[in-house]
């Protein structure tokens, strides 16, 4: 795509929605005062849509697809982190279940996206 188009991909604008309601949620306590797990899972949530944008800005089809798996490896970071937060009680079951269903939905956009733009390559050739 190129030139910003990455803001039209829908796995973008779903994965840059969850990496904001990420930081909204662990603002409050007690996530806010445990810096390491609010650290970690808020630079996970960023680095799925950062990693799609940059992935979609690259010269070659070839290029994209390595962003885009590594969008796809911290969406399942995000979803460990946020399994343990749930599990020592930092998120309730709803915040927990709306993560675990939006990292799962960012994932399975990303696999066709993958699927896709490889299948573009191997045509080239």
Known sequence: MGKGG???LKVWQ???ELAVSVY???CSEPFNKDYGLRDQIRRA???VPSNIAEGD???TDKEAVRYFYIAKGSSAELLTQAIIAF???YIDSTTFNDIEMKCLETSRMLSKLIAARSNKNQQKV
């Open 6 to 8: 990455f803001k039209e």
């Open 14 to 16: 779903k994965s840059k």
């Open 24 to 26: 909204q949620v662990t």
């Open 45 to 47: 949530a960023v680095s």
């Open 57 to 59: 800005e690259r010269e």
């Open 87 to 89: 599990e020592i009680g």
